[in-house]
């Protein structure tokens, strides 16, 4: 009968968020755990970071370990190697690993114990759009004038946007007799249409009203 030996596997690595947007930061909480019913005074594992992902730092790590190999901001692929876990028979402990996804599809991390079998974590990347609006317009305004309000929509990436519609709250004393193409005003609600946009492209919608009351729009 063989003696009995200490053993590291990889008991799960769940993901956090999952889905997520191309662009998000997904945190992978390795747990290492022995099994061999032994302790573990120097114990290590890989983690693979793939080509579609960016090596983003760790969480707080168990004391004495220390993970190297990769710098926080560099793009995969790689291979982090985290040292120095000391571990109780049959303990288990984490190891938060985080990765930027980049690109729409599947996130996978891989971790291989010292010695033992590499287990994988795949994350679904949803297409990443960042839409951010600007509005500039007169700060005051006196009644009866024709005044501009200007949105700018900006995409910010790292993915093309679909189509999506841009919505406002028309404030009371500032009235649209007559939208522009691609825009509607129903009740205080105006609504246009801004299309897809590419990466980093933005679009402008400039929407003339009235002032119908003093005191500014």
Known sequence: MSAAQAALIISGIPDSPDPVAAGGLVTYTVRVAESGGLPVANGAVAVAVP?????????????????????????????????????????????????RSTV??????????????????????????????????????????????????????PDASPASTLTYSVPPGFTVPAPPAGCTVVGAQLSCAVGALAANASRILDIEGVVSAGGGS
């Open 51 to 99: 080509a579609n992902g960016v090596f983003s730092g760790t969480g707080t790590l168990p004391d004495g370990v220390s993970c190297g190999g990769m710098a926080a901001g560099q793009a995969g692929p790689g291979t982090l190697n985290c040292t120095g876990l000391v571990l109780a028979a049959n303990e288990v402990v984490e190891l938060p690993i985080r990765v």
């Open 104 to 157: 729409q599809g599947s996130l996978v991390v891989q971790a291989t114990p010292q010695g033992g079998v590499p287990q994988a974590q795949s994350t679904t990347v949803n297409n990443g759009a960042d839409l951010q609006i600007g509005l500039s317009s007169a700060s005051t305004a006196a009644a009866g004038s024709t005044q501009t309000l200007r949105f700018t929509v900006l995409n910010q990436g």
